[in-house]
DNA sequence: CATAACTCCGTAAGCACTTACGTTGATTCG
DNA sequence: CGAATCAACGTAAGTGCTTACGGAGTTATG
């Protein structure tokens, strides 16, 4: 599974690269969610993307780094800090987007030719919820507590 | 998929560590093989387990550090380290070998529970292996090469 | 039989996340 | 209204892999 999704991460890096784009994986979620929605904290970021906030900090100091969004305190909250795009940013966005559709295209492609693997992860997950791995391998080996 | 990956793991620790014991996930691959087949080189778990050398070093350098495995070079092949368990490591597995086997069960019935999702990615590395992520996109959006 | 080509294995660094922990504001409440 | 709690965010370090690279030993070839 993790070889699987290191391989479709390599695949994805490989079509930008072919089309000479740099381009980072975990800057995807960040940059297509304020470019849809607009100025973001990366509280809310994070929480759009089901990731930790941590992750969307190193998103935004590589991001920053690359001139492609900046950010400005919360004037009413001095906790947050409120991300956007730089006009570069938004211009790398709207020359990325034709990509992205084709990517999303050929995942949801992919997916019908696969009989739809990404339904049975959703199921594994379910199974998860309903029953830790923890709590079904205590049921079945009990030992502790 | 990336998380549902690592929610695993992280849950998969939780059981050991529910039960007191000192164990890396990387560890797995190389002990039930070096168990299951006997003094093995590290090229050769690295093929059986599908990853590359390097990850088998690592796991290597750790397992030594822990007392569970030992190496021998090769007489006849000067390259080769052939690795083994130790007296410690040996009883480690067997000690282990009932929650290993509980842990298979358990992914065999959320297998089952979820309908397959393993297959369902057996069928989805299938596809990429049929025609690659950046063959499908320039299809798609033809523009290099 | 020297040399080119290949194989085994190691270290370093990177990737995209995570947890652990601390700092600095905002909010609540007795 | 001051103290305790909570929320937003940052850095450091870890995880289990990977690629890039290099050294040293083995095999093939002209």
Redesign the interface.
């Known amino acids: 599974?993790?070889?699987?999704?290191e391989?479709?991460d390599r695949?994805?890096n490989?079509?930008y690269a072919?089309?000479?784009i740099d381009f980072e994986q975990r800057w995807y979620g960040t940059l297509s969610l304020l470019d849809e929605r607009g100025p973001l904290s990366v509280t809310e970021i994070a929480r759009a993307l089901?990731?930790t906030h941590v992750a969307v900090s190193q998103a935004r100091r590589s991001l920053t780094a690359a001139g492609l969004i900046a950010s400005t305190l919360d004037p009413a909250d001095g906790r947050r800090r409120t991300l956007h795009l730089t006009d570069a940013g938004a211009a790398f966005v709207a020359r990325l987007w034709?990509?992205w559709d084709?990517?999303n295209?050929?995942g949801d492609?992919?997916n019908r030719?696969?009989?739809?693997?990404s339904?049975?992860?959703d199921?594994?997950?379910?199974?998860?919820d309903r029953m830790?791995?923890?709590e079904?391998?205590?049921r079945?080996?009990p030992?502790?507590?």
């Open positions: 599974m993790r070889r699987l999704s391989r479709i695949e994805a490989a079509v072919a089309r000479g089901n990731i034709p990509l084709a990517l295209a050929v492609a992919i030719e696969a009989a739809d693997p339904a049975a992860l199921r594994l997950e379910g199974a998860l830790s791995l923890s079904r391998v205590e079945l080996l030992r502790s507590i």
